[in-house]
């Protein structure tokens, strides 16, 4: 069957509707519900035509038909920034661009690099202790700027930047970052400030109108700046690191990386890890954490469950994996509002999908949050139970619906870095205190992460 537009809506869809950029995800239940399982999105200003699959079937099809090197849509402004304004340094070795914004035979050979080490197993486990301590330092501080109502106040979101960054900076360099006590001028302050300012632009810029490709806009201005800042620190912590290697024999991500395939990949996978791995993994822990703090009777069972591996000890490495509940629970919130409400693949070939052929080059979108909240894929979608994801043949669902960190080849490089700072400052913190809710339910928006629109204010009573 020859290609065709399926559905054509432009734009102003999103205007008829009332809803702006930050309501993506009720836009695209109604396309689901108005338009069927299937979707063209075009005459959008300034970005490509887009087909958005609601069907778990079809997507499973496509991600298993990838080839070798998938091709996800990535940041323009990042591709801009990596290929074009900083294309010396990026281009000066062979295949040393690192992964996002970066396709074919390029991303292929640094991917194969970076994976032998980052998803080697025990490459998160071993880091256990440390994701500990930052946990602790990170409850430590909840509890000194808990408000006279115990609850945590109006910028809780913003601390919990600050404890996956300083967990990520432990990760990925090597180094306590001191986020909870930064000091002005440090070079942890501008690694810091950097890193928030990249997070402030570039929602701005990838979700609306991109005049910074028409002239260099004060954002777009603020934004180079703050990668600038991030490429270089981390380049100053990557010469540490291979210093270090020649003195002692301990071994760390970054020290292998280092070992395995030289300072230059160490420090653009390092880059490339702060770009895309703090603020998934923080509205990730915002979000379970104020889901957790309206259901009393899940954290009771979890706390049951936690207590019951520690018997009073600290946590180590390989407890988690004795925490089934735990990891469903974190499950279940990625269901229901999974950071990344939608993934995406430019095809590099023509591809059958719902019985059309769409030709290589469109840029399909998997609806996940759309998929995960569907009845069709989920018994009961609108309630939250961990229990599914524990007893599969009472709750069935396909595989393929819920992906929070993609699948395949391309799947999230940091996804065990992820969930093992994410198991383990829910574990510490329901061990801790008991957490509860008393105001309006918080709608979620996207910003650009999906997350709770509004601020976090959870009464948290020591246990
Ligand atoms: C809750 C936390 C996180 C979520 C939900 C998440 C989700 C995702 C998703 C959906 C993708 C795209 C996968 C695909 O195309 O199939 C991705 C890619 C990626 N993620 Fe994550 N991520 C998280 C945390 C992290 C962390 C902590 C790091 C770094 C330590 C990280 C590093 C990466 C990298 C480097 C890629 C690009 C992989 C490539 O293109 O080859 N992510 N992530």
Redesign the pocket.
Known sequence: MPYKIIRYICLKYLHKGGYSVEHVDQVCLSLRKEYGKCVKMAGLLGRPDMLFIFDAGEVERVFRGEDGA?H?PSMPSLNYYKHTLRKNFFGEEKDCAG??AVHGDS?AAF?TKVSRVALSTGAAAQYTEQVGDVADAFINRVREIRNSKSETPDDFLNEVHKWSLES?GL??LDTRLGCFESCEGSESQRLIDAVNTFFLCVGELELRTPWWRIYPTAMFKKYVAALDTILSVTLSHVERALQECKDNSSKSLLQDLVTAAGPRVAAVAAL??FL??ID??SN?VASTLYQLSKRPEVQEKLYKEITGVLQGRPLKAGDVSQMPYLKACIKEV?RMY???IG?GRQLTKDTVICGYNIPKGTQVIFQHYVMGNSDEYFSNASEFRPERWLNRSTYKHHPFASL?????K??????R??EL??HIIICKMVNAFRMEYHHEPLEYHVHPMYTPNGPIRIKLIDR
């Not at 929070?404 to 395949?408: A, L």
């Open positions: 998938p996800r992964v996002i991303w991917r990520l990760i990925a490339d890890m895309v791995g998934t993994t990730a990625l999974p950071v990344v993934n929070p960190f993609g699948f395949g391309r799947m999230c490089l940091g996804r870095f992820a700072e994410m």
